[in-house]
């Protein structure tokens, strides 16, 4: 069996923290909206714990891997809105808006600027 490339395992740890992230930023909008905000921001931090438990291993791995800086943001942000759209449509019963394919694009166009040779 051959070891995951870096940037494969870059990415796979970076969903998974992003799966986190978006918890910790917003679920609690969901289920503390009643409570003081304080709980709240004691909620989150608790969850960004396991955030950044993937996302350090994950950028260390990418960047000793072979990516820039700037590929490992942009490619962060990529992961950011594919895990997001689905949360906000499918967790927190958002409309899904044609603002989000708009969005999608202008990082296609990104990742295009940041990726070429």
Known sequence: MTPASPVLLTVLLLVGSN???TFAWYGHLKHLNT???YWAAAASWGIAL???LLQVPANRIGFAGGLSLAQLKITQE???LAVFVP???LYMRE???WDYLWATLCL???VYFI???
Do not use: D, N
């Open 19 to 21: 799966l986190f992230m």
């Open 35 to 37: 409570s003081p905000w």
């Open 50 to 52: 396991f955030e950044y």
């Open 78 to 80: 990529v992961i950011t």
């Open 87 to 89: 949360f906000a449509v």
């Open 95 to 97: 409309p899904l808006k």
């Open 108 to 110: 296609c166009g990104a």
């Open 115 to 117: 990726f070429r040779s």
